[in-house]
């Protein structure tokens, strides 16, 4: 069920502040990252970590609207940037 972003990053937030900042990691490790999907999807069919990138960058814009991911290789080295569409607050972090 889709949520407001910005509620979504303010219970993040929370949870961060609550529970410790790794918690989304912990919770993704109790489910499996099998859940995630599009994204799991995305990584499953690559051979390689830069194909993952480029295949989740590839996926991204059918996965949400709000965030972008950026895949690229330089001079045979690897640059992942990554976005939002929208401003999550002072800093722009997810830090508690």
């Not at 499996?32 to 590839?58: E, P, Q, W």
């Not at 965030?67 to 330089?74: D, G, N, P, R, T």
Request: one cysteine or more; charged letters at 20%; proline letters at 4%.
């Amino acid at each position: 069920m889709a949520i407001p972003l910005l509620d979504a990053v303010t219970l993040l937030q929370n949870v961060a502040r609550d529970v410790g900042p790794d918690a989304p990691f912990r919770m993704i490790d109790q489910r499996s990252v099998l859940a995630i999907g599009l994204i799991t999807g995305a990584v499953s069919r690559a051979t390689t970590l830069g194909n993952s990138f480029h295949n989740i960058a590839k996926s991204m814009h059918t996965h949400c609207t709000h965030e972008s991911l950026m895949a690229a290789e330089h001079d045979e080295v690897p640059h992942i940037s990554e976005g939002w569409s929208s401003r999550l607050g002072e800093d722009e972090t997810l830090k508690s």
